[in-house]
């Protein structure tokens, strides 16, 4: 049986930018993306922890260290400021279910913990 299984997790990350006029996405510094193994175009669920709201997209490097910018529609979805999960998933047969890989960041979107 192939399962769904959370396969990287950005916790507590800061939205530091919004674009509403770009075609749609996620901009996520790179050094994050690293991290958590998160790939450019790969898809993700953002949580938003301010207004609870929810929505899926693309990821993509962003410009700057530190950057978070909600981008196209996803821009009305969260606030310059806003605290927000970002998670990635995988397929996995039960044999082969990965653990994650889960940083946890500071206010300026810097890892200060590997879970």
């Known amino acids: 049986m192939m399962r769904s299984i959370l396969k ?3 916790h507590r ?3 530091t930018g919004t674009n509403k006029d770009y075609i749609g996405s996620i901009a996520i510094d790179e050094a994050l993306l690293a991290a ?3 790939l450019p175009n790969e898809r993700v669920l ?3 922890l301010n207004n609870g709201k929810r929505f899926e997209t693309y990821a993509f490097p962003a410009r700057m260290q530190g950057e978070i910018i909600l981008s196209g529609p996803n821009a009305r979805l969260g606030e310059v400021g806003d605290t927000i999960v970002i998670m990635a998933f995988a397929l996995a047969e039960d044999s082969e279910i990965p653990k994650p ?3 946890f960041v500071d206010e300026k979107n810097r890892v ?3 879970l």
């Open 46 to 48: 953002v949580t938003n």
């Open 112 to 114: 200060i913990r590997r």
């Open 36 to 38: 958590v193994d998160i």
């Open 8 to 10: 990287s997790k950005i």
């Open 101 to 103: 890989k889960i940083v």
């Open 13 to 15: 990350a800061v939205v």
